[in-house]
């Protein structure tokens, strides 16, 4: 019943625990077997961490003012990024630029607190004091509100809108293993030569599949290694140059006044600020694009930071910060691979430069690249195109759901939406 929700303050339904950070000085802190979180390991739009870069001993976590998260707690950054939020799948301690946040087990889930929060997110921005760094203090927990229902109804919330978000880190977790198996497929074909070392060593015969190898291949790779100016590499293959073998757009910035975030025109990327996994998000777009990069383009980062790496999603306009790249022949997944595998490379132009780093159009078609004969770029796109295809699958159904989300969100936690009706609604979209 809609009557039994209250209306509260934050603060007085969940407990607020401070992090802290060990002294980097005394090494004895450093290096255990306890996560220790920051900013950085959470800020991912994802709702779960587990896993964060640093670690403390039981020493460091004793010591000093961090705090021990349990699993399923919420961490939140406070300072800086603002706003950032996730639930611990493990526990793990954290630094004094975020808080954790403990249910109150007699009248809160901590699934549907979460939710809260994701909901308050943009008020408690609004409400952070200002300073060097927008800030979120214990105060601030005081004066958001929340509606709050009986804890069988919280649960139910929390469910619905949980369905989607496991179905969406399913998803996460499955692109991952398609990009590390395309990866893994590029490397052994194209860089370590693993099919040829095969023949040579009598491991692949003819009339035989070995993995990621079907028998119809078989003809396509030499038995042979052949000196060259980069040691050896298949017979019949060269060193070459990118600009041989790729098409290669350097991105030019439109005047100013052509930038909207309304959807106006193009989405538009300067740099590599809107990448992502795979592809960059939609922020700003462009009514005026002078350079385009296409559909599954590989898009670069060409000024600082130089080097990395995403897809175009869609048709979008490319400011002097990106470079769009596309093999001769339109192979996507064969391009996409091949740029990783060069980020090395590129990622030395990152030092150069008078003010910052920048690769130019004629160093980057410059750089070296070991060339396969064209009749392999066809055969291993036939393969790493099929994960490449389902990781775009996934992450399109992922859009999709948190759309859903975020549109059940509020309309669930206020009680405009009832747990049955919606129910009913996620069942027929998933």
Known sequence: MKS????????????????????????????????WLSIADFNTKYRWVSYADKSITERGLIE???????????????????????????????????YGIREKPEITCIDYIYYCLHKTIAEMKQKAHGGVFSTITRNT?????????????????AHILGTLDDKIELNRKQNETLEEMAR????????DFEPVRA???????????LPGLPTHLYDLFPSRLVESELGEIPEGW???????????????????????????????????????????KNRIYCTAPTRIANMEDTLVSVRAPVGDINLAWERCCIGRGVAAIRHNFGARSFTYHAMRSLQPEINQYEHTGTVFGSINR???????????PENLVPAFESIAGIFDDKVRNNLAQSRTLAELRDTLLPKLISGELRVKDAERFVSGKM
């Open 4 to 35: 039994e929700w209250k209306t509260v303050f934050l603060a007085d339904v969940i407990k607020i625990i401070s992090g802290g950070t060990p002294k980097t000085s005394i090494k004895e802190y450093w290096n255990g077997d306890i996560p």
């Open 238 to 280: 060269e060193v070459d140059r990118v600009g041989s073998h790729f098409n290669l757009t350097m991105g030019q910035s439109p005047p100013g006044d052509t930038y909207n975030d309304i959807g106006d025109g193009l989405p538009f990327f300067q740099g590599r600020t809107d990448f992502g996994f795979r592809y960059p």
């Open 64 to 98: 000093s003012s961090t705090a021990l998260l349990n699993e399923g707690d919420v961490i939140i950054s406070a300072r800086g990024t603002v706003g950032a939020l996730a639930q611990l799948s493990v526990p793990m301690a954290f630094n004094q630029s975020c």
């Open 184 to 191: 893994a497929l590029f490397k052994a074909w194209f860089i």
């Open 362 to 372: 004629k160093q980057f078609q410059e750089l070296i690249f070991i060339a396969p």
């Open 141 to 157: 927990f005081k004066i958001i509100e929340i509606s709050l229902p009986p804890l069988a109804e919280q649960r139910a919330i």
């Open 199 to 209: 023949k040579i060593e009598g491991r692949w015969k003819r009339g035989q599949s």
